[in-house]
């Protein structure tokens, strides 16, 4: 069973920054796109980020400039460096991986975690 789980959440005044990380139980990061999503209250999830195996990155318009998502390789992690932060980046950070490498047994899954809150208020 593969276990997602972000880190780095917390409060963050108007302005400021936080580093949000993604790991997992099984190093199946490496293998896999990766994308973090955001769920403000009372709206839909977005995709906030993505980071292919390939090494292509999208951002949403609203973030570009500001964040950015990077995989460091040693720790199996995928970050995301948030900057300048705005009250309307407040939601609930989650991480996704979808598993397009093999050999892998996990080839061809895709995972969620449970996310993490991020409130930027001053």
């Known amino acids: 069973q593969v276990q997602l789980v972000e880190s780095g959440g917390g409060l963050a005044q108007p302005g400021g920054s936080l580093r949000l990380t993604c790991s997992d139980s099984?190093?199946?990061?490496?293998?896999?796109?990766t994308a973090w999503y955001r769920q403000a209250p009372g709206k839909e999830r977005e995709l906030v980020a993505r980071i292919t195996l390939n090494g292509d990155i999208d951002y949403v318009e609203s973030v570009k400039g500001r964040f950015t998502i990077s995989r460091d390789y040693s720790k199996k992690t995928v970050d995301l460096q948030m900057n300048s932060l705005k009250s309307e980046d407040t939601g609930v950070y989650y991480c996704?991986?979808?598993?397009?490498?093999?050999?892998?047994?996990?080839?061809?899954?895709?995972?969620w975690g449970k996310g993490t809150l991020v409130t930027v208020s001053s």
């Open positions: 996704h991986a979808g598993v397009r490498a093999s050999p892998s047994v996990f080839y061809g899954q895709d995972y």
């Open positions: 099984r190093s199946i990061l490496p293998l896999s796109d």
